[in-house]
């Protein structure tokens, strides 16, 4: 499968997979990488007919050493651990509770710092979570919490010591609605935005260290 450039109306030049625009001016894209972005896309929609994904970064501590995969398998199970402790909380108190299965999405990157990043994108059941909630409050019950508190356990830090690691780009949710008129839309803006971590440049190979994960159904 490979992807190709070509005239989108009334846009400048764009790259496209398949039927989706992907980034243009970034470089060469994986098109394996896209492949697996849009069948967890697909896959997450199909569970969730409404979807919200999140998009966030995550920073390693100054001279940490530990840099391999692992890192983002731990994250993600402590992640899905608050998840459902969350809904098991809310059942208890008799609150109505939606089946929620969190996939994923992360790349890792080593521009011009001593330490890679990670890229990161979850996909959660909208009638669970529709919100991010609010960025700075680590005792919140919200997901940006989570996630912060998701990283510090990865980390073995309190949250307090991993001020400013956790980063929440501008625009950093997308809700997809199989059921909305604007679905394609919505679709495709968030397939164009993943659409960059498929990107080659910048990643590392051959340090025994994957460089692309996501869910593996």
């Given at each position: 499968?490979?992807?190709?450039?070509?005239?989108?109306?009334?846009?400048?030049?764009?790259?496209?997979?398949?039927?989706?625009?992907?980034?243009?001016?970034?470089?060469?894209?994986?098109?394996?990488?896209?492949?697996?972005?849009?069948?967890?896309?697909?896959?997450?929609?199909?569970?969730?007919?409404?979807?919200?994904?999140?998009?966030?970064?995550?920073?390693?501590?100054?001279?940490?050493?530990?840099?391999?995969?692992?890192?983002?398998?731990?994250?993600?199970?402590?992640?899905?651990?608050?998840?459902?402790?969350?809904?098991?909380?809310?059942?208890?108190?008799?609150?109505?509770?939606?089946?929620?299965?969190?996939?994923?999405?992360?790349?890792?990157?080593?521009?011009?710092?001593d330490s890679p990043h990670f890229h990161v994108v979850?996909?959660?059941?909208?009638?669970?979570?529709?919100?991010?909630?609010?960025?700075?409050?680590?005792?919140?019950?919200?997901?940006?919490?989570?996630?912060?508190?998701?990283?510090?356990?990865?980390?073995?830090?309190?949250?307090?010591?991993?001020?400013?690691?956790?980063?929440?780009?501008?625009?950093?949710?997308?809700?997809?609605?199989?059921?909305?008129?604007?679905?394609?839309?919505?679709?495709?803006?968030?397939?164009?935005?993943?659409?960059?971590?498929?990107?080659?440049?910048?990643?590392?190979?051959?340090?025994?260290?994957?460089?692309?994960?996501?869910?593996?159904?």
């Amino acid at each position: 499968m490979v992807y190709k450039k070509l005239v989108i109306a009334n846009t400048p030049e764009a790259e496209q997979f398949t039927s989706y625009p992907v980034l243009s001016n970034i470089g060469p894209l994986s098109p394996y990488y896209l492949d697996r972005i849009l069948t967890i896309v697909d896959r997450a929609l199909a569970d969730h007919p409404r979807t919200l994904a999140i998009r966030f970064d995550l920073h390693l501590p100054c001279g940490y050493g530990d840099v391999g995969s692992d890192l983002m398998t731990k994250f993600v199970e402590s992640l899905k651990a608050q998840i459902k402790a969350d809904l098991h909380r809310r059942a208890a108190q008799g609150k109505r509770v939606h089946h929620c299965n969190m996939r994923y999405i992360w790349a890792r990157e080593r521009a011009d710092s001593d330490s890679p990043h990670f890229h990161v994108v979850i996909l959660l059941n909208h009638d669970s979570y529709h919100t991010l909630g609010v960025y700075v409050d680590d005792q919140a019950r919200n997901m940006a919490s989570r996630i912060r508190k998701a990283w510090a356990s990865t980390l073995r830090r309190l949250p307090e010591e991993i001020l400013g690691l956790v980063h929440f780009p501008a625009n950093p949710t997308y809700s997809v609605n199989v059921n909305s008129p604007d679905f394609w839309a919505m679709k495709t803006d968030l397939f164009r935005r993943l659409s960059y971590f498929a990107k080659l440049d910048t990643k590392e190979y051959g340090i025994h260290s994957r460089s692309f994960g996501c869910s593996l159904k």
